[in-house]
């Protein structure tokens, strides 16, 4: 009884099952339930060991006592505690349900002498300071629940596990994780010529693209691909049809909580922020896909995306983008780099540099080798890492 999966009990009783719906109302108050059974197993015990030393002293004497007691005790153990309970302990259901049977009956009937003795009893844990009214409760933690779920086995199939962790996860994890930096952000400058607008709108693959005026952070509005029609003339571009087919920006603060940002999509009834620092400086683009994405996994048409950012090499060391973010890395190799300083492997190997470096220079990380490879202008363009446990630590000009 006292082995049975709480959780499945309580699934097992909303589906209708008469066991489990006993077993869970002789579980509502465990102290009445063991002092039944304990009532029940100390009477037997007690009355075999009267018998067995009756029937000895007449077969052997006063040497019968000694023997009766070894070899009801060699009896007890085997047969009546070790072996029964082991297999009520591995088998708990099928054991527990059916004696839930007798056990409701057996209760019904000795429910003034259990109810007695736990009188004594809970009144003597009180004096030691104990409180037997006090029960912890069956709520479970974020951290045991993921453990629950990563330890379910074939239980639950992989990929599901995985996408349960990571809702589990999106409170950890904020808007500038996972957003678009500013500097990759695809949009609309209005400075531009027709032409250059035009081949932008062309040649979009997104759904949604901002629109500014001379710099990023003066965001005008945001052009929905689905309204390109009336933003054409002739053949031609009527930048005041496009600037009244904006709609307003939806701002985001950096370190909004995933779990939050998702909600605030919902109910706003959006699919993209402008994601803004605390001085109101973008900081870069999060959309409703970016966060499903860190539930489900990347989508098909990222995959490309992915395959030019990052390129693993033969002796398990990886050369990607300098812009490419740590979480996606760890989540395509299965490392453990650090997620909480810098978002970028850029920004982890300029952290771990303290300086710009001037040219080719290597750095080591607790677990990792960090190699830059290219720099374009102030941006680290491609880095090459390499878990490196077994390597010794490297000057930074080396």
Known sequence: MMSLNRYRLKHLRSQGHRGARRASQLLERPDRL???????????????????????????????????TVLLTIIVLIFAEITPKTIAALHPERLAFPFSFILTPLMRLFLPLVMAINAVTNGILKLMGFKPDAQEGEALSQEELRTIV???????????????????????????????????????????????????LQESTHTLLPVWHEDINDIRGVLHMRNLSRVLRNGGL?????????????????????????????????????????????????????????I????????????????ALGDGSTVCSGTISIRELNRQRGWDLPTDGPKTISGLALEALEAFPSGHVAVQIPGYLLEV????????????????????ALDHDH
């Open 34 to 68: 063991i002092g039944l059974i304990l009532i029940g197993n100390n009477l037997v015990n007690i009355l075999a060991s009267a018998i067995a030393t009756v029937i000895a002293i007449r077969l052997y004497g006063d040497a019968g006592i000694a023997i009766a």
């Open 150 to 200: 990563t330890e379910s086995g074939s239980m639950i199939p992989g990929r599901h596990r995985r996408m349960l962790v990571n809702i589990l996860d999106l409170e950890q994890v904020t808007v500038n994780d996972i957003m678009v930096p500013r500097n990759e952000v695809y949009g609309i400058d209005l400075d531009d010529p027709d032409d250059t607008i035009l081949t932008c």
């Open 238 to 294: 009527s930048r005041e049809s496009l600037l009244e087919e904006v709609e307003t920006p939806y701002f985001v603060p950096e370190n909004t909580p995933l779990h939050i940002q998702l909600r605030q999509f919902q109910q706003k009834k959006l699919r993209m922020g402008i994601v803004v620092d605390e001085y109101g400086d973008l900081m870069g683009l999060v959309t409703l896909e970016d966060i499903l994405e860190e």
């Open 296 to 311: 489900v996994g990347e989508f098909t048409s990222n995959l490309i995306e992915e395959n030019e950012e990052l390129h």
């Open 373 to 392: 490879l290219e720099i374009e202008g102030t941006l680290i363009s491609k880095v090459k890492i390499s878990p490196a446990d077994d390597q010794p």
